[in-house]
């Protein structure tokens, strides 16, 4: 088997192009990236079939590897760079959190913010609790939005480890945003606790003042049992 080949991965890629898919794919992504046109499953086993041939890179080129598939024009390549890291996560060390960084900042959007959050960021951070409260003042404290999001939706996956104080503090510091990632990211991470906790969160959202939005999202699960 072959050492990992970025050039092959590209070339695997624009083969399977389908310019009528990318037009549809940028549309609905508000014209904010280019797109080869490959859907998820398709890209997916385009990679499984990838790395039949070509090795996992060494863990110490991830960064370069990263950084080369974000400058890269199509969408489909910052997609396989996330699920790469998502390989290599568990071995990730503390510094790495500025990869990850870099990702959430750049070509930002829910698409990728969101699941470096979830998946990525919140891995790490779980790994190295120690890191969370400086991480999370700096990102929480930030004029960078997906930075904000990234705050409120790192614990998402987290059930029964979620620390509700931090969220706490996290929502009541972005709670008068008028930003819609915002707004949404307070309700999403909400409803998603609620299935671990669900009266810590009816408590929450009915003595807390919040956007219709982020309240709307977050009960939506407990209404959902309530019928």
């Not at 863990?59 to 370069?64: A, G, K, M, S």
């Not at 900042?105 to 919140?122: E, F, M, R």
């Not at 009541?172 to 930003?179: A, G, H, M, T, V």
Request: proline share 4%.
């Amino acid at each position: 088997m072959e050492s990992f080949n970025l050039p092959a991965l590209e070339n695997i890629y624009r083969e399977n192009a389908n310019p009528e898919n990318a037009f549809f794919m940028k549309k609905y992504m508000k014209d904010k990236f280019s797109f080869l046109g490959i859907k998820s499953p398709e890209r997916r086993a385009l990679t499984s079939a990838f790395f039949k041939n070509y090795n996992r890179p060494d863990i110490n080129n991830i960064e370069n590897i990263v950084r080369k598939l974000w400058d890269m024009k199509e969408r489909e390549f910052q997609y396989f760079a996330m699920e790469l890291v998502e390989k290599f996560i568990k071995k990730f060390e503390p510094d790495d959190i500025e990869l990850l960084e870099f990702m959430i900042v750049n070509k930002s959007w829910w698409d990728t913010v969101d699941l470096v959050a979830a998946n990525l960021v919140g891995k790490l951070l779980s790994n190295f609790p120690g890191l969370i409260e400086q991480i999370n003042k700096k990102w929480i404290l930030s004029e960078n939005m997906w930075l904000n999001r990234t705050a409120l939706l790192f614990q998402l996956k987290y059930k029964n480890d979620l620390d509700t104080k931090l969220l706490k503090q996290n929502i009541l510091k972005c709670r008068d945003s008028k930003e819609f990632f915002i707004c949404k990211a307070i309700g999403w991470v909400l409803r998603e606790y609620s299935k671990t906790n669900p009266v810590w969160v009816s408590e929450f959202v009915n003595s807390t003042t919040l956007s219709p939005l982020s309240k709307r999202e977050a009960l939506k699960w407990i209404n959902s049992i309530k019928h």
